[in-house]
């Protein structure tokens, strides 16, 4: 009998397996700069606030904006579906948890309002913000339209996986070169984990890639569909086809990597492992100011056969601003999120994000796992 | 002082410690195929429903094959022990776990009861279902003609661990290629975890084989034996047996992974690991309709001296049918499996079954451990 | 800056991280020979009770003998310090656990009484037992003529680590080679976990080495010391120094693995890792005759100024002749001990236990967290 | 497409994770040699006690002496803040967990006082204690001459992070290499965890360094920054960074290992990465002399705007000397500390510290997986 050839799998890793190692050189934080440019457009800091409906509305994505990042107005959630879509929110809210699945299957069944897409965006921009508006890609060419004549400052599409050559029977498949030509704002597309899938995407012409499948807090996709990418590994994968197409083109596609991000030190290794920016969902649905009430739940929940994902309470802990910059009292990292990422840039030597793309990550035992002697004294 | 050759030990994977990563093309679920074939029977859904008796009885045996797939039913069970099978079920099902082991280990040690065996297999027939049966080896011979002559469709022989080459003084071993002259209709051998002893059965000439040792939730062959291999690696072993069997014979056996099935997510990657349909067990303990009445349990269990097992709460969740293709607003996994599998070869871009077992696997922390940080909020 | 050499851990193993894989042929569990041979003495089965007071005394040695196996009587125990053990035993039962190590502290510091060791090895012998007796390597040479004075069968040399080179200023070392010539009865030698020490152990002439250092459920050597190697490396490892040493000297010197053993599936993996015979003693603890009265404690833990172990309440489940032999109703492994080895070496296809040195083991996910998703289930 | 090629992360190990291997040679504890030098002075045992406000203060600094180690008292604490500093530790050990950061971060906000610093150490070398004192990098310049001057033994300069080339433009950089000429007393650096930093601090000519970045028990560095290296890997990678320096300068500089030590395995198990010495927190801040009151924390915790650890509720326990030398009734490894490194020591057959470097380590299942099938039994 011959010996088989197995077949051997790839080890990939998420955030409670990696740490950052500290530089041979360090800088002081206040001397790092921590900007993010899309296109023509430059962030003070590389933070995008998630398309998810208990995280972003009007106001947060105002706030976001001027607080130096942008936050992403899901057109398909129920800012678009309800005049006044706090009273959904806050029904969703109330839910107990074993009826909330079924009543978003039900509120998201509701229609897309046009003339919503255009207020909500019109109202972002009234008040002096960017406005990032998402569709899924069935959805794209009607409401990309409809939102650049309203104002949108940047175009999302994003779906669970999304590639650049998609099957369908049923519809003709959206070509993003040819909505690139389309569309005049920038164009980000997502999500992807993997080498090629973002090299293709990037080959389309669009101007950012959303990097990540699975792991995020309100998102059950690896149990239901068993599909998703450690968020780590995904990144790394997806810097390196950036580097790759900057190479091959000479133009540089910038990744924001989503997904699971529930801490400072979170942000600080996803940018290490390559990302350009951070999108973040359940910490901003803490804030004083979410639509979510201190709920949180992803954009795939409510899917009408098959929802990956639930109704997370995460409660509301303190204003946006305080959880971006501090100061705060709160030691598990999850406040003052700029502040630990120019700590950790300082500890790294980086003085920019891209330099910070070369510091070490090595793979460590997941803190959990360490911290367990003492965790009953901490919670005491 | 010579340095030794110390023994290298072979890393195995489970479904807990493995995701699938999305495909560089993705197609419309809907356009999916997901059929199976046995010799020139095919089933438009790679399930089957264990040969457990809290599973499978004559009639979800009938509604498997409506809804696409197959049940096998136990002819070592009580449905061949017993006129009355239900009362020993619900006799099993009420009795305290500290009793329930005892219990099992005097109902198995009934007889079995010939004209039963023939009954059970008419009545399934007459309901217009496929007929699959299984024994153990030593019994075979017997049950496999009688099953023949009422009509069965498959023949399934099934032990923890079937070999080719079984060594025994007691009684003449089974021989698996005279039985296939004897036997016209497919015959299904299990369960088998390795290269080598897949590929010596494959040899003999039956129609597929069942795949998994020790990973079933009613199982504790591993705590017991010690014997067991993860079923992920099981079932790249024994793909890479049939491929490679395949090439020497050109005939292609189907390898059906049996053991641990628990969500859409593990049926996927058991899929993607390279079966061709997947055997589920407590999933389908929880149909409304099983016999066990929300209670689980393996055919190891009520072993006289040595019982491998244990008797498994699952409780009763939904129809078979809803299990099967939702809709559901259950967000676990465990409801819309053959939503959840087109969805992951949807984002895989296979098209067949075939083609999933092109998609990628990689190593990855398990859900359990990446979601830990909200679990607490998610069970609030 | 040249790049340092960084320094390479090697990876070791413990039970719940492997698992064995079935082999190519199986064989009927009735035709499999379990038989284990010091020098020449053979027994029927492979399995020695530990040298611990709450494991063994007089009458479980002479039961051990007629199952079968052979138990170590430890001569520096409370056996041999009180002339009514038992009453010292029932103390320890009783006593509160953040009590109990102080009092062994004071029980062990009583004097050992010379009468006694050759009482208790006549009481034995007088029975019909095989009797074996262990000693610390500092009171060996006075301790070991006594007990060949007595009868004894075989003597054991047992501390936490022993090698074949001992510095000490205050007593000449133990030369093993001189006691050798010295006693008669057969010598066996440990602990000891690597293939270094194992081989030169082997090279003074004694005729048997206990393998293993840490893992036993009573023990806390790793914690206190941060010394252990975890039980299945230890048993390769120390397998190889017998091989090695077999080919260089033509002796077969005969490896009992010792230490964390819990259930009939980690002594069917000692036995594949390469032991010729497995110690236990947290499952006999549990015997229905054992003088520890369902409690648990190691010779390390009284130590007067370090400590290192607990006293374990396992509980009293069952006759040891059922322990060993069943038939059970228990599924957990912890029972038919001899049964599960017989049925692992079946599927194995192993006729003796040196057939079941070949069968192949896998590195596989901890039991523990393959079985969680059920783990409430099966507690209902 | 061409294959990309995908960024390696390097696997690093804690404590939890590792396990001290046997030697081959074995000798009696008592002969073994646990002397630690730092240029001129001698230590007897290698052990020193940490720079924070719950461990050290002036008596436990002199006790430690006396006992043969040494204590770093830190003038950034509230020893050189607050003329009674005992009235403010009561306050923080009596503050409610909710509130104590928050605390913590006004007490930590009062002003040093330079008379206090003279005091301090004055009143240590009075009582005959050897003085060492801490200070960070902003501070070092103005704190050292004040130490120097009132007879410091020892000076350490400490922050998370230190590395030989800061790069700020606020102030100008401490270089070491110049405080080095200006202070004639043993100067110890850190924390670094690469061999890159550790050999280019020793370059400046310091006399010692500090390892550590992260696992301490009262430390969030991980979970706010993302930064840190499991303390095994550091401590050997930083020995391997002293064993070059050595080479190529002749000049043998010790390192420290500092951080998450709670167990005596755990310091035998740093001892054998490398080191040449322990720091010590939390288990210290259990001795009945110590200023916390049972309570520990770092000193990163009272950070104004992004406070990096937690006030650890660790209790008393017991006398220093007894938690250095025992005798104890304790089995977890907590106490007699000392006595288990030479025990250790003993197994592996090291006489000195330099020996156990060369004892080997392996990778192994941590304890806490191991012993779970017991934990229960071992509560009870």
């Known amino acids: 009998m011959t010996k088989p050839r197995f077949r051997e799998l790839r080890r990939s890793y998420g955030f409670d397996e990696v740490a950052i190692v500290p530089g041979d050189v360090t800088i002081n934080p206040e001397q790092t700069n921590t900007e993010f440019e899309i296109e023509k457009l430059t962030f003070s800091i590389p933070i995008v606030a998630a398309a998810m409906d208990g995280v972003t509305d009007v106001n947060t994505a105002v706030l976001m904006s001027k607080l130096g990042g942008f936050s992403v107005l899901h057109l398909e959630g129920v800012q678009t579906r309800y005049d006044n879509p706090q009273e959904i929110l806050d029904e969703i809210a ?33 008040a002096g913000g960017i406005c990032a508006v998402s569709a899924m890609p069935a959805n794209t060419k009607k ?12 175009f999302v599409i994003q779906a669970t996986v999304t590639t650049a050559r998609h099957v369908s029977r049923s519809y003709r498949g959206l070509i993003f070169s040819e909505l690139r030509e389309a569309v005049e704002i920038p164009i980000i597309v997502g999500n992807c984990v993997s080498y090629g899938a973002c090299l293709e995407i990037m080959r389309t012409g669009i101007s950012g890639v959303l990097v990540g499948v699975g792991p995020g807090a309100a998102c059950t996709t690896r149990e239901v569909l068993g599909v998703g990418v450690p968020q780590v590994t995904a990144t790394m994968d997806c810097a390196a086809a950036r580097d790759a197409y900057l190479k091959e083109s000479g133009r540089y596609v910038p990744i924001i990597t989503d997904g699971g991000f529930r ?33 949180h739940w992803g954009m795939a929940n409510p899917h009408a056969a098959l929802p990956r994902g639930t109704r997370v309470k995460v409660g509301t802990t303190a204003p946006l601003k305080q959880i971006l910059f501090g100061p705060t009292s709160v030691t598990d990292g999850s406040q003052n999120l ?24 090595v793979v460590a035992p997941s803190i959990t796992t360490e911290g367990k002697f003492w965790q009953i004294a901490r919670s005491t």
């Open 94 to 126: 109330k839910a107990p948890t074993a009826e909330v699945t079924a009543l978003m299957q039900k509120v998201y069944s509701a229609p897309i309002k046009d003339n919503l897409v255009g207020e909500r965006i019109q109202a972002i921009k009234k």
């Open 143 to 154: 409401l990309a339209s409809l939102s650049v004549e309203a104002g949108a400052d940047i």
């Open 263 to 295: 801490r400072g030190g979170d942000i600080c290794k996803g940018i290490v492992a390559g990302a350009d920016a951070v999108m973040i969902g359940s910490v901003f649905a803490q804030a004083k100011e979410s639509p979510g009430r201190g709920n």
């Open 338 to 361: 700029v502040g630990a990422l120019k700590t950790a840039m300082g500890v790294c030597g980086a003085a920019t994000i891209k330099d910070m793309h070369k510091a070490e990550l």
